[in-house]
């Protein structure tokens, strides 16, 4: 009893340690933080970083949830329309890993791409022609056709691109990069995030919390979702007969308070609600400002699409996403969903690309005039592709599987090497023959164009010292101009 008794006492709870020792952890905390923030400053970066000097400044993701098609839009093979209808060879399949859905088929019946490929700019690059204002850009774009990952299914693939793991809980790429790098905006957050999906619904997969979440970083990093309804950010206004000034005020003395807090625990959750309120106070006048799209030029509107100006849609986030940047965003993630076709894909895969691929050429190409890309990185892509096989009636495939074996994404602007191709895969599409890339390697690489040595970005946590691509990783050099 007495053990016990004397092993209780000895136990402190997490805000007694940081008080009880503001001199030691908490002082060091503090002037740690006050160090890195002011009030009235845009967010800092740690102090050794960037590493070296950056390509890219900025970064946006446009994620297509749901794998899209990389037989059908990005890696032509001539053999499958040769051989079309076949089984794919037992000695190509090998052992590769597939889901439930397919793994136990006894057939394997190769399904051509649905539409025909052509070449696209002076660089001659092969797309569908179901992209062709993604195509028109090829000579800005280097595609990637050996992307791998270990994944088969929807949330661990896409947690295992954005995280670094395919288990939730590790911090977001985007909240990696605001931690190491800051932000040039003092208005806006430094990592925001969009969310859409096709207008039919076809696509079951849910956008989670945790795609762009701060995992065990301090939660000031975590990306700021804006709403496809109602407000884009909630509780932004002022309660009825609460003027501007008055919040002011109210937001002074919360932060007077919150401020003795910290400098008695060092707890940095309490330098993230002062952050996050004077945040929100500037969002006030910052994010109206921002979607107001009477000033932007029609013919610059009317590339994005017909949907430009819906709200929710995949064009509308695009133009968005450009509007953040230019005003100093570090990361703007676009997440997409539709391109899950199972039983639709001579039916969906064209209206997908339809509603993405001119809202994706024009941020590109928004960027591109207004002397952004070049220090903009654009990724495009996403969890894994899709099967050379088609799925369901084997006389009649209506879809395709998950396929994580083999599969393509691109990259644009940011140090990158335009008009290139890197990596092949096999005649069926379906193993990697030069130049694989790993999701750790891809991490790696946009984090070099970032000016960050993804091995010296770490965080210690539970005892061991983390990073956004764990223990692996290899710069593409491929891909850098």
């Known amino acids: 009893m007495f053990q016990e008794l004397l092993s209780n006492q000895q136990r402190v709870t997490r805000r007694q340690l940081f008080g009880t020792t503001a001199q030691g952890i908490g002082g060091i905390a503090l002037a740690s933080l006050l160090g890195r923030y002011s009030a009235n400053a845009g967010q800092l970066g740690l102090p050794n970083l960037p590493h070296f000097a950056p390509k890219a400044k900025r970064v946006v993701c446009l994620w297509q949830g749901g794998g899209p098609s990389h037989v059908d ?76 990952t270990e994944a088969v299914n929807h949330a661990p693939g896409v947690t295992f ?31 925001v995030a969009m969310t859409s999906s096709d207008k039919s619904k076809t696509c079951g997969q849910l956008f989670y919390d945790y795609y762009w979440g701060s995992g065990f970083l301090p939660s000031r990093y975590q990306g700021v979702r804006f709403r496809n309804v109602g407000d884009p950010v909630p509780y932004l206004q002022n309660p009825a007969g609460m003027s501007r000034d008055q919040r002011r005020t109210l937001l002074d003395d919360i932060r007077a308070m919150n401020e003795a ?42 590339r994005y699409g017909p949907d430009a100006l819906v709200k929710g849609t995949f064009a509308n986030n695009c133009l968005i996403a450009r509007r953040l940047l230019e005003r100093g965003v570090r990361f703007v993630q676009c997440m997409h969903a539709g391109w899950d076709q199972h039983g639709n894909l001579f039916t969906q895969l064209a209206e997908q690309c339809r509603d993405t691929d001119a809202p994706s050429a024009a941020l590109m190409l928004d960027l591109k005039e207004r002397g ?35 599969y393509s994404m691109f990259l644009a ?15 069926f599409a379906w193993n990697i023959v030069s130049d694989p890339v790993h999701i750790h390697d891809m991490q790696a690489t946009i984090m070099h164009l970032c000016g960050i040595n993804h091995e010296a970005l770490t965080f210690r946590y539970q005892g061991r010292q983390f990073r956004l691509t764990d223990v692996h990783g290899q710069v593409v050099k491929g891909i850098l101009a």
């Open 73 to 148: 839009l990005f890696d032509p093979k001539p053999t499958l329309v040769k051989m079309a209808g076949q089984d794919i060879p037992d000695s190509v399949r090998g052992t590769t890993k597939l889901s439930t859905m397919s793994s136990g088929y006894k057939k394997w019946p190769i399904t051509p791409a649905i539409k025909p490929f052509k070449h696209y700019g002076q660089c001659g690059t092969e797309f569908s022609e179901m992209l062709p204002n993604i195509g028109a850009l090829a000579d800005d774009i280097c595609l990637v056709r050996s992307m791998h």
């Open 161 to 191: 691109f954005m995280t670094g793991s395919q288990v939730p809980g590790r911090p977001s790429m985007g909240a990696w990069l605001s931690y190491g790098l800051g932000s040039d905006t003092e208005e806006l957050p430094a990592f």
């Open 261 to 302: 807090h910290l400098s008695d625990y060092g707890d940095p959750e309490i330098d993230t609600r002062i952050a996050q309120y004077e945040m929100s106070y500037k969002m006030q006048a910052s994010v109206p400002d921002l979607l107001d799209f009477s000033k932007e030029p029609k013919h610059v509107i009317e």
């Open 372 to 406: 952004l890309l070049d220090d903009t990185l654009v990724v495009w892509g996403g969890e894994f592709g899709r099967t050379p096989f088609g799925q369901g009636d084997s006389a009649k495939p209506a879809g395709r599987d998950h396929f994580g074996r083999a």
């Open 413 to 427: 602007g940011g140090g990158v090497k335009g008009g290139t191709v890197l990596g092949a895969t096999d005649d």
